[in-house]
């Protein structure tokens, strides 16, 4: 098993920054691939960001310049650091890991088993 804790969110006026933070704890040797999910109320989850443990990245096309995936891998932290926020990227944000698999840790056919509780962000105009 793996557990992940999220902190770092909060409110913040459109433009500014926030950087969250997702400690791995457990069985941290199945974080492969480790990732942020975001919800906002009526949407469906999506990903924001994945890193595998040799610090490959990808992004979302919706984020791609304004946030940067990173990870500790001494400290087992995995931090989303959030620039020129919108009212958008407002939502319940989430860690996830796990082992890796055939595909890759982005490709929409991978699954992700171990799961945060989430942040809250709110960036308002």
């Known amino acids: 098993q793996v557990q992940l804790a999220e902190s770092g969110g909060g409110s913040v006026q459109a433009g500014g920054s926030l950087r969250l933070s997702c400690v791995a704890s457990g069985h941290t040797y199945r974080s492969d691939c480790m990732g942020w999910f975001r919800q906002a109320p009526g949407k469906e989850r999506e990903g924001v960001a994945h890193?595998?443990?040799?610090?490959?990245?990808n992004y979302a096309d919706s984020v791609k310049g304004r946030f940067t995936v990173s990870k500790d891998n001494a400290k087992n932290i995995l931090y989303l650091q959030m620039d020129s926020l919108k009212p958008e990227d407002s939502g319940m944000y989430y860690c996830a890991a796990d082992t890796a698999s055939l595909v890759s840790c982005w490709s929409p056919r991978y699954t992700y088993g171990y799961w945060g509780q989430g942040t809250q962000v709110t960036v308002s105009s």
């Open positions: 890193i595998t443990k040799a610090g490959s990245t």
